[in-house]
């Protein structure tokens, strides 16, 4: 028997309540919630319940999502490149497994129950406000939770999906024009490709969710002066996307304040400074074993704060730190302050062995920006222990489809091997 807090079942609450109102537009088609939910019945219907993996166009995996849920089977979208797991040990209430982005590492498979992925549908509605009849355009990959997610929260507000084959800027742009597109989700690099195309927010955009990579305060100034409403967000695959979300009402933002968590949700910061979370959107735990701890804890790989109001900051990832001239260095920190140097594109810091410094900081450097006024920059906002000793360029720099930074790729470009 299927939850009654499904995808499916959602979708054919959508279908009873607005049976024309729009669910899905792809590739030139569309599905209103009627049909998608007839469609991904008569899918489950020649279908069997035991786990399916896959890759395919969005659309595949979207459809993919849909049939499984209405079939109760679990589904485990998978990038083009990758082989699936054996997937005998998946326990039963699972409906989503999904890998973690692998930035830091292999990618692990993270099951997600749809207890978990309804309560951060639900929770993501009532921070964004997504009513029915909204819009909200997914460019973001469906084998990544950041997409999976955005079908949850549409087919729980009886909003439409407006789904694109990845990051096109001008498919993109044309649709903010001439689309009612009331959300959208980006990673601080596509942000920034808009704001260097010079496109400009519609009139009908409520929020923009930002998320997956660290956002710079001079990318923010320059978006909120432009008019994109931006909600800075803190999730992970692990907690069914986003669990924590800065505001615009929320007042003045810094780099890494991602807001106070959502509702029902607990953050801590561990003697060893990571943050620890727990609540209703925490993992059912890893395909393999592991997982929350035995009082529902679960200890992230990143760095953060939480002031008095309970607002959290991140820091940045644990693993990332550097030890320069003796003192703990995080790059996030460097690449936050260089980020503001202008003629500076894109940017990332990361380190290398060396017996004097420990770490010596190189940064990878994407635009025009000359090598002496990053220097200058760097000595009027940085200690002396956080400077660069070590400038590359690069035409880009090396990211995955998240948007995050491929970390293990940019030391392997500061040694001047090929990432």
């Known amino acids: 028997m299927k939850p009654?807090?499904?995808l499916?079942?959602?979708?054919?609450?959508?279908?009873?309540?607005?049976?024309?109102?729009?669910?899905?537009?792809a590739e030139g088609r569309s599905w209103?919630?009627?049909?998608?939910?007839?469609?991904?019945?008569?899918?489950?219907?020649?279908?069997?319940?035991?786990?399916?993996?896959?890759?395919?166009?969005?659309?595949?995996?979207a459809l993919a999502a849909y049939r499984c849920s209405a079939a109760g089977r679990a589904c485990f979208p998978l990038p083009p490149e990758r082989q699936a797991p054996a997937l005998d040990k998946v326990p039963p209430g699972t409906a989503l497994i999904i890998s973690t982005s692998g930035s830091e590492g292999q990618p692990r498979a993270v099951l997600l129950g749809t207890a978990q992925l309804d309560a951060a549908?639900?929770?993501?509605?009532?921070?964004?406000?997504?009513?029915?009849?909204?819009?909200?355009?997914?460019?973001?990959?469906?084998?990544?939770?950041?997409?999976?997610?955005?079908?949850?929260?549409?087919?729980?507000?009886?909003?439409?999906?407006?789904?694109h084959e990845g990051f096109a800027i001008d498919e993109l742009a044309n649709d903010l024009v001439t689309r009612p597109v009331t959300h959208v989700s980006l990673v601080p690099a596509m942000l920034a490709r808009l704001l260097d195309h010079g496109i400009a927010p519609p009139s009908t955009l409520r929020a923009v969710l930002i998320g997956g990579a660290a956002l710079s305060r001079p990318l923010y100034e320059r978006a909120s002066a432009a008019g994109w409403p931006l909600f800075v967000s803190y999730g992970m695959?692990?907690?069914?996307?986003?669990?924590?979300?800065?505001?615009?009402a929320d007042g003045v933002w810094?780099?890494?304040?991602?807001?106070?968590?959502?509702?029902?949700?607990?953050?801590?910061?561990?003697?060893?400074?990571?943050?620890?979370?727990?609540g209703p959107q925490v993992m059912i735990g890893y395909l393999g074993g592991g997982g929350p701890d035995a009082d529902g804890w679960l200890i992230t790989g990143d760095l953060g704060?939480?002031?008095?109001g309970g607002s959290l900051t991140v820091l940045g990832r644990a693993d990332d730190m550097l030890i320069s001239g003796g003192r703990n260095v995080h790059p996030q920190e460097i690449e936050s302050c260089l980020a503001g140097c202008p003629g500076i594109v894109d940017i990332a810091v990361t380190g290398l062995p060396d017996p004097v410094w420990g770490d010596l900081i190189v940064a990878l450097v994407v635009g025009p920006a000359d090598d002496a006024a990053l220097l200058a920059h760097a000595r009027q906002h940085l200690p002396?222990?956080?400077?660069?000793?070590?400038?590359?360029?690069?035409?880009?720099?090396?990211?995955?489809?998240?948007?995050?930074?491929?970390?293990?790729?940019?030391?392997?470009?500061?040694?001047?091997a090929p990432a």
């Not at 079942?9 to 899905?24: Q, V, Y």
């Not at 489950?44 to 166009?57: I, L, N, Q």
């Not at 704060?305 to 008095?308: M, Q, S, V, Y």
């Open 254 to 278: 810094h780099e890494g304040l991602v807001g106070r968590a959502l509702p029902g949700h607990e953050f801590r910061i561990g003697d060893d400074g990571r943050i620890r979370l727990r």
């Open 305 to 308: 704060e939480i002031d008095a």
């Open 32 to 61: 209103t919630f009627a049909e998608l939910a007839a469609q991904a019945s008569a899918a489950a219907a020649v279908d069997d319940t035991r786990p399916w993996a896959g890759s395919g166009t969005p659309l595949e995996l």
């Open 384 to 416: 002396s222990a956080a400077l660069p000793r070590r400038i590359r360029r690069l035409d880009r720099l090396p990211r995955n489809a998240a948007g995050k930074l491929e970390r293990g790729a940019l030391r392997r470009l500061a040694a001047g």
């Open 237 to 248: 695959s692990e907690t069914a996307a986003m669990a924590a979300v800065f505001q615009p």
């Open 121 to 163: 549908a639900a929770a993501a509605n009532a921070a964004l406000d997504l009513r029915a009849g909204d819009l909200w355009l997914a460019c973001l990959p469906l084998y990544h939770i950041g997409g999976q997610s955005i079908l949850w929260r549409c087919a729980r507000a009886g909003a439409g999906v407006l789904l």
């Open 8 to 25: 499916h079942a959602h979708l054919a609450r959508g279908a009873a309540e607005g049976p024309a109102r729009p669910a899905l537009l």
């Open 4 to 6: 009654a807090s499904s």
